[in-house]
Nanobody, 125 residues
Framework: QVQLVESGGGLVQAGGSLRLSCAASGRTFSSYAMGWFRQAPGKEREFVAAISWSGDNTYYADSVKGRFTISRDNAKNTVYLQMNSLKPEDTAVYYC??????????????????WGQGTQVTVSS
């Protein structure tokens, strides 16, 4: 069992930056692939970024590529999402998710076993 707790959300102006953190419980964090998803009001939850257990492989949605960076610190059981050049369309609740091992379908919600409660990110224009 893995419990995930996100933090770092807030209100920021367009062009600004935020760093989200996701702290995981459990001693086997390093064996989990991690993902970030987001859900805007009235929209479906969508993939943002994913990272392999080692951190060697990262993947991004086209909408955030070049602006967001996913990373992890296995010693701290934490995964991060650095968000730069934020746009109003990035406004959403951001969720981190975990799955044991890697899946080539890392962008699919159903591939993940554990989810955090989400953290709100609001970007004003």
């Amino acid at each position: 069992q893995v419990q995930l707790v996100e933090s770092g959300g807030g209100l920021v102006q367009a062009g600004g930056s935020l760093r989200l953190s996701c702290a995981a419980s459990g001693r086997t964090f390093s064996s989990y692939a991690m993902g970030w998803f987001r859900q805007a009001p009235g929209k479906e939850r969508e993939f943002v970024a994913a990272i392999s257990w080692s951190g060697d492989n990262t993947y991004y949605a086209d909408s955030v590529k070049g602006r967001f960076t996913i990373s992890r610190d296995n010693a701290k059981n934490t995964v991060y999402l650095q968000m730069n050049s934020l746009k109003p369309e990035d406004t959403a609740v951001y969720y981190c998710a975990a799955r044991h091992g890697w899946s080539s379908s890392y962008y699919l919600i159903d591939e993940y076993d554990y989810w955090g409660q989400g953290t709100q990110v609001t970007v004003s224009s």
